[in-house]
C-alpha cells in the first residue's frame, strides 16, 4: 500500500486562538510581539492587522505607526508548540501517527494510510478535517501526498487541488517556488540570486553541481520532497501495534450502538490477534465525541485471551462509564499490552479444575471488571527461608511456579507484612512465653507448640535466626510468634507477632 501523508498548515495559529478566546477582538487589528535584543518584535499577525501592511518581523513601534489602534499582545516562545500539541491529540482521531510541523511550527502532519477510507476517500477525508477545524475556528490549508514533504509543499504554496493524486507528487512541485521546499533564508537567497524562481528551474540539474553550491541540507530537503529519500515523522503518541478504529457514519448515543461498536472492533483485533498468536492482557477503548471531548475506558485480564465473547463481556461492564452526550464519531480500540497464547492441551478425562481452566480465569476477569484488577492478587513460593521473602506476586494467572510450595510445616492464615514488635513474659532457654501483650491486650498463652528455627540465606547475613512458635491464648485465638536473636548474646533478644491461624 502507497503511504500517504496530509499536511496541515494553520495559517494564523496565533490570532485564530486569541480570537477564540476573545471574540471581542474580530473587529480589532492585533499582533502577538516577543522581546529581541530589546526590541519588541512581531511574531504573529491578525487578518486585520496584515491589511494594514503588518507583517510578521516588523518592529511593533512602526507597525502601530502604520496601524491606528493596533493592539500588541505579549507573545510566548512555547506557545505555538503548546497550541499544536493540543490540536495534534484532537486531530488523533483522524491518523494514529500525528507530528507538530517542527519546520516552521505552524502545522502539522499526518500519516493518512489506510485511514481516508473511513470518511469515504481523500477527498471526503480532507473535506471533513477542513469543516472540523474551521468550526472550531483555525484557518487552515491541507493538501495529502505520497510523502510528507511534497504535501507540505501543495499545503503552503499550492495553487492547484490539494489531493495530489499516487505518484504525481513531483509533478505537482515544479512549478512552486523554492521556498516550498523548507529551506534556510541562506539558501533562498542564493537561488533568488541565481535566477532560479522555480523548482523545475533546478531539479534536473545533476546532484553534484547542486551539493557544490548549496550544500548537503538543500539536496536532503529536496529529495524528501521528490520522495527519494524517507523523512521520520516524531508522532505526539507513539501507535500502537495492534490497533482498530471504527468511523461511525452517524454520531453513536446508545448502550446498544456502543456495543455493536465494541463488539465490530474486537472482530477485527481479535482476528489479527490470533493471526499472530497474541492474546490482549490490557485494553483501551477511546471515544471521540462530536463536542470534541475524549472518553475513555480500559479493561485488563488475567491472562492472554483473544476470545471476542469473553473480551465483549469485560466491556459492556464498563460501557456505562461511557457518556456519548451529542454523540460518538469515532472508536478506536487498542491494545497496549498482549502475550502469547498458550493453548491448553486437552484431557480425555477432566481432572478437578484448577487455574488453566477457561472458566476460572474468565471469572477472575469478571471480577475485575467489577471490583478493578488491583484488587486480585496471586501469590507463587519463592525460593527463600523467612516467611515476609518466600512469596512474590506472579504477573498473571497462567504463570507457572519455579519452585514448590513448603507443605511439610504449618503456616498461618494470615501473614503480616512485616512482623510486629510484642512483650513477653517466659522461661528460658527455649521455652515459649507465658504471656505476650499485642496491641495493649495480654494474652495468656495455654497452648504452645515449637521451637521451629528459620535461618537467613546464607548468602546474607550469616548468623541471624529465628525460633518459631504456634501458640494458643485463652480465648482460642491463634498465633504464630517468634523470638530473634540468642538469650545471652552480643545482641539483645526480641519477640515478635508474625501472623494469626484461623
Not at 199 to 228: C, H, N
Request: net charge positive; glycine share 8%.
Amino acid at each position: 500500500m502507497q503511504r500517504r501523508f496530509v499536511s496541515i498548515w494553520f495559517r494564523q495559529l496565533l490570532a485564530d486562538w486569541q480570537l477564540i478566546r476573545r471574540p471581542e477582538l474580530s473587529g480589532v487589528p492585533f499582533v502577538f510581539a516577543a522581546p529581541d535584543h530589546g526590541r519588541m518584535m512581531i511574531t504573529a499577525v491578525s487578518e486585520l492587522a496584515q491589511g494594514f501592511g503588518v507583517e510578521v518581523g516588523m518592529r511593533a513601534a512602526d507597525a502601530k505607526a502604520i496601524c491606528p489602534g493596533l493592539e500588541v499582545l505579549d507573545d510566548k516562545p512555547e506557545r505555538p508548540k503548546k497550541l499544536l500539541k493540543g490540536l495534534g491529540e484532537w486531530c488523533v482521531r483522524y491518523s494514529p501517527i500525528v507530528a507538530i510541523d517542527e519546520f516552521a511550527m505552524d502545522g502539522l502532519i499526518l500519516e493518512a494510510t489506510g485511514c481516508s477510507h473511513l470518511w469515504g476517500g481523500e477527498r471526503g477525508y480532507l473535506k471533513e478535517i477542513v469543516s472540523r477545524l474551521k468550526s472550531k475556528g483555525y484557518t487552515v490549508r491541507v493538501a495529502i501526498a505520497d510523502n510528507p514533504g511534497a504535501a507540505w509543499a501543495v499545503s503552503h504554496f499550492g495553487k492547484i487541488t490539494p489531493l495530489i493524486p499516487v505518484g504525481e507528487h513531483v509533478d505537482a512541485l515544479l512549478n512552486l517556488v523554492p521556498d516550498a521546499l523548507r529551506l534556510d533564508d541562506t539558501t533562498l537567497a542564493k537561488l533568488r540570486k541565481l535566477g532560479f524562481y522555480q523548482i523545475k528551474s533546478f531539479i534536473g540539474m545533476p546532484r553534484s553541481v547542486l551539493r557544490r553550491r548549496f550544500g548537503e541540507d538543500f539536496l536532503l530537503r529536496l529529495a524528501q520532497a521528490i520522495g527519494t529519500e524517507i523523512e521520520v515523522l516524531s508522532p505526539l503518541q507513539v501507535p500502537v501495534q495492534f490497533s482498530e478504529r471504527l468511523a461511525c457514519l452517524e454520531p453513536i448515543k446508545t448502550r446498544n450502538g456502543i456495543e455493536i461498536a465494541i463488539h465490530k472492533l474486537l472482530e477485527n483485533l481479535c482476528k489479527r490477534m490470533q493471526a499472530e498468536g497474541k492474546g490482549l492482557r490490557f485494553g483501551v477503548l477511546t471515544c471521540y465525541r462530536i463536542d470534541g471531548k475524549v472518553v475513555q475506558v480500559d479493561i485488563g485480564t488475567s491472562g492472554a485471551s483473544h476470545n471476542i465473547s469473553h473480551l465483549l463481556k469485560l466491556f459492556q461492564l464498563k460501557i456505562d462509564q461511557i457518556r456519548p452526550a451529542l454523540g460518538i464519531e469515532l472508536f478506536v480500540l487498542e491494545a497496549p499490552k498482549v502475550d502469547d497464547v498458550e493453548v491448553p492441551q486437552e484431557e480425555m478425562w477432566t481432572s478437578k479444575p484448577g487455574l488453566d481452566d477457561q472458566s476460572v480465569i474468565k471469572l477472575l476477569d469478571r471480577v475485575a471488571g467489577k471490583v478493578g484488577l488491583q484488587v486480585i492478587h496471586r501469590y507463587l513460593p519463592a525460593k527463600r527461608y523467612w516467611p515476609e521473602r518466600a512469596i512474590l506476586k506472579a504477573a498473571s494467572v497462567t504463570e507457572k511456579p519455579n519452585a514448590p510450595w513448603r507443605l511439610d510445616k504449618p503456616r498461618p492464615t494470615e501473614l503480616l507484612k512485616t512482623p510486629v514488635a510484642i512483650e513477653v513474659m517466659a522461661i528460658i532457654p527455649d521455652h515459649p512465653p507465658k504471656f505476650f501483650i499485642y496491641k495493649g491486650v495480654r494474652h495468656t498463652v495455654t497452648k504452645a507448640d515449637g521451637p521451629e528455627r528459620i535461618e537467613r540465606e546464607w548468602w546474607l547475613d550469616q548468623g541471624e535466626h529465628r525460633d518459631y512458635y504456634q501458640v494458643e491464648d485463652e480465648q482460642g485465638g491463634r498465633y504464630w510468634l517468634f523470638r530473634s536473636g540468642h538469650y545471652g548474646g552480643e545482641n539483645k533478644y526480641k519477640w515478635f507477632i508474625h501472623g494469626f491461624f484461623a
